[in-house]
């Protein structure tokens, strides 16, 4: 998913890996040069969607605009980082 709006310096890319460690998911999360953020994440379908969710809103300084969202088959990943 790429979430835009003011996500970038507001510690969003911490704060999803935190979310979605706790929600036992795997992926990656990223910055990228237009100023939004990516998000690559794998796991329960419940559990996405409420990190789904969470990104709709973010850490309490970010302000998401949109969200759009693309489902993709899983990589195999074993952990959440930031890439």
């Not at 979310?19 to 036992?24: E, I, P, R």
């Not at 809103?57 to 959440?80: E, M, T, Y």
Request: aromatic share 8%.
């Amino acid at each position: 998913m790429f979430v835009h709006g003011h996500v970038q310096g507001v510690f969003y890319r911490s704060n999803t890996q935190k979310v979605a460690q706790g929600l036992g998911l795997t992926g990656w999360v990223k910055n990228c040069n237009d100023g939004s953020v990516e998000i690559h994440a794998e796991g329960d379908k419940g559990k996405l969607e409420e990190l789904i969710e969470w990104c709709r809103h973010g850490p309490a300084l970010a302000k998401v605009s949109k969200i759009d969202l693309n489902w993709i088959g899983p990589q195999g990943l074993r952990s959440f980082d930031i890439v």
